[in-house]
């Protein structure tokens, strides 16, 4: 018999489904939909709260740990940048949550800081800097990542672009996606959980 797959989602407002209107419309929901439909049983587990920056990782993670955790997804570093939290401070600590994961066994998958600079309060005149701010912060936060025995889901820059042609995937704060954002979303990182969940079965 197949064991039971026990994937937490730890993080932030992304990841707790900010801007969704049903549980079933947020990621955890939507990825383990798609194990599901993969062949996993699926025990989801949710330690994602709305405002988290890389400083309230530990809690989260230690609440995963204490359960039993076989696959992560972490959602993290828009409100570092947005509280301009230095790059190096919040990968160490980004770091340091992958590294207690994995240190149980699980394998761990990290959606890096998005590119901000999709956002429209963000003025035209200043969206260049923050592609590159956001740009390097993901990075940083990649290069612990990998130093931690996590993955990094790299969405690429043609998930950004529909953002920014399509109003219609922001919610109605113009800051966070709308469901059917989120099922964009979503479809970009189910590549990456499956790959692990499959590593992890192995």
């Known amino acids: 018999m ?30 383990s939909d798609t194990l599901r439909r993969a062949g996993h049983q699926v025990d989801l587990s949710l330690h994602a709260v709305s ?9 989260q993670v230690r609440s995963a740990t204490a359960a039993g955790v076989d696959l992560a997804l972490v959602v ?18 980004l770091g340091e949550a992958v590294r207690g994961l994995t240190g149980t ?6 959606a890096t800081t998005p ?3 999709i956002v429209t309060a963000v003025p ?5 800097v923050v592609r590159q701010v956001s740009a390097a912060y993901a990075q940083a936060q990649a290069d612990a990542v990998d130093r931690a025995g996590g993955s990094v889901a790299a969405v690429g820059a043609e998930l950004f672009d529909s953002f920014r042609a399509n109003p219609a995937l922001f919610s109605g704060d113009r800051f966070h ?5 989120y099922a964009l979303i979503a479809d970009a990182l189910a590549p990456h ?7 992890h079965a192995a």
Do not use: W
Not at 76 to 93: K, M
Not at 177 to 181: C, E, N, R
């Open 2 to 31: 197949m064991n039971t797959l026990r994937f937490h989602v730890l993080g932030d407002s992304l990841a707790a489904g900010v801007g969704c209107t049903r549980a079933d419309q947020t990621l955890g929901h939507r990825l």
């Open 76 to 93: 993290i570093g828009a409100n570092d940048l947005i509280s301009f939290t230095p790059p190096q401070a919040g990968a160490r600590l």
């Open 193 to 199: 959980l499956l790959t692990a969940a499959t590593r």
């Open 51 to 59: 405002g988290a920056r890389s400083t309230d990782l530990a809690p």
């Open 177 to 181: 996606p709308s469901p059917a954002g």
């Open 105 to 110: 066994g699980a394998a761990v998958v990290v």
């Open 115 to 117: 590119d901000l600079s």
């Open 124 to 128: 035209e005149p200043f969206r260049d």
